[in-house]
Every structure is written in structure tokens, then in C-alpha cells.
């Protein structure tokens, strides 16, 4: 079946450092792949996807590029804030499927420092 | 514009009691989902509603089941709770036409059920 795997944190870091969060997918066909973040407190928020091989999406200085050859869609931003400070979870929905059933990855906590 | 509301936001039951989850779906949205989200992992999708129909399960037993009402909100309810259904239960809805299935899911903030 479907699964996606992303990097284990917590991921420390200062601000203005640059962010890396690894993510992998295994799926039949070529699915949609997403980020959503969670903030403390608050719900999962879409921060951006990508449709179909090479595509990038980017939001709020976040930018993914979907590699179909790697089966990758590695999340990046060049300078952190503080307010970065989150969970993050890359997913993938199949394609041809009924609907927007998503599957995640575990998660990635990022805490950014001062 | 409303975003989606679920209720109630924490409860506790025993084992094999059962609950009902509650949530409201955003202003102009058709479809609901549900995903449980135990501690420290990510969201695994439970079932999909889509014109009061589930349209989707994911690998969960029958006694997880729900309902979507002709205002689009939506219950889910869990029978013989186990203590393994201790989790964050996150409903989120969209607008589906069709097969588009690149629509973005607005997640409300979670039900967060414990089982003792």
C-alpha cells in the first residue's frame, strides 16, 4: 500500500538557519504530495503541494519539488523564524481515487530558537 | 467564513463504552473526513463522507463508524472502545466535484478521546 516516511525529529535550530525536512513516498502511479504543518494549538493547515512530477510548490518561504525518479518531496525554507516553530507532515493522496484520502508521514517536529 | 468545528474537544470513557464525535464542516464544503491521530504519529484516515455516503475506509474495524448529515456535518462514533483508541480524531472537509482529488482538506482542531 501507499506509505510515506519522513525524517525523525525534533529538529533543532537557530533562527535564519536553513531547513531541511526529508520525506519519501511509496505509491502506485503518480499521487498528489502535500505539507501540512501544525501549529502549537491549532490544526493541521495545508502549506503547500505539488500535482504531478517536477512541479514545486511553495508558501510563507517553504518550497517542496516533487522528484518522481527519487520518489522525494523534501520541504526547505532558506531562513527560519521563530514562528516556524511546529509539526511538520508531508502526505500524498492517490491519484484516480475518489476523494482526498491522504496518507502521512509520522511527522517532523521543528522548534527554532532565538 | 466558518472553518470546521468538532466537539467535543477533550472526553474521557472506559473500555467498551462507546462515543460520538461531532463536527461541522466549513461553509460550502461537501465532504467530510475523519483521521485519528495517536500520540507522536501522524494522521491515519479512518473513512470519507461525500454526499452522505461513506466514499472511502481506511483500515479500520466496523465498529468505527459514521454519518453525514444533509447540512454536510457529520458524526463519528466508535463502539467497544479499546484502549488503543486513545487518539486525536481530526475531521476535515473539502468541496469535490467529481474526481478531483487535489482539493485542499481544512482540518478542524481534533477531538481528543482517551480510553482508560
Known amino acids: 500500500g501507499d506509505s510515506v516516511t519522513q525524517m525523525e525529529g525534533p529538529v533543532t535550530l537557530s533562527e535564519e538557519a536553513f531547513l531541511t525536512i526529508n520525506c519519501t513516498y511509496t505509491?502506485?502511479?503518480?499521487?498528489?504530495l502535500f505539507w501540512y504543518v501544525q501549529y502549537p494549538g491549532e490544526g493541521l493547515q495545508l502549506l503547500l503541494k505539488a500535482t504531478k512530477a517536477d512541479d514545486k510548490g511553495s508558501n510563507k518561504g517553504f518550497e517542496a519539488t516533487y522528484r518522481k525518479e527519487t520518489t522525494s518531496f523534501h520541504l526547505e525554507k532558506g531562513s527560519v523564524q521563530v514562528s516556524d516553530s511546529a509539526v511538520y507532515f508531508c502526505?500524498?493522496?492517490?491519484?484516480?481515487?475518489?476523494?482526498?484520502?491522504?496518507?502521512f508521514g509520522g511527522g517532523t517536529r521543528v522548534l527554532v530558537k532565538p | 467564513e466558518t472553518g470546521v468545528t468538532q466537539s467535543p474537544t477533550h472526553l474521557i470513557k472506559t473500555r467498551g463504552q462507546q462515543v460520538t464525535l461531532r463536527c461541522s464542516s466549513q461553509?460550502?464544503?461537501?465532504?467530510v473526513s475523519w483521521y485519528q491521530q495517536a500520540l507522536g504519529q501522524g494522521p491515519q484516515f479512518i473513512f470519507q463522507y461525500y454526499r452522505e455516503e461513506e466514499n472511502g475506509r481506511g483500515n479500520f474495524p466496523p465498529r468505527f463508524s459514521g454519518l453525514q448529515f444533509p447540512n454536510y456535518s457529520s458524526e463519528l462514533n466508535v463502539n467497544a472502545l479499546e484502549l488503543d483508541d486513545s487518539a486525536l480524531y481530526l475531521c476535515?472537509?473539502?468541496?469535490?466535484?467529481?474526481?478531483?482529488?487535489?482539493?485542499?482538506?481544512?482540518f478542524g482542531e481534533g477531538s481528543r478521546l482517551t480510553v482508560l
Open positions: 505509491a502506485t502511479g503518480y499521487p498528489s
Open positions: 461553509s460550502g464544503h461537501n465532504t
Open positions: 476535515a472537509s473539502t468541496f469535490l466535484q467529481g474526481m478531483d482529488v487535489t482539493g485542499e482538506l481544512f
Open positions: 502526505a500524498l493522496s492517490p491519484i484516480k481515487a475518489a476523494g482526498n484520502k491522504l496518507t
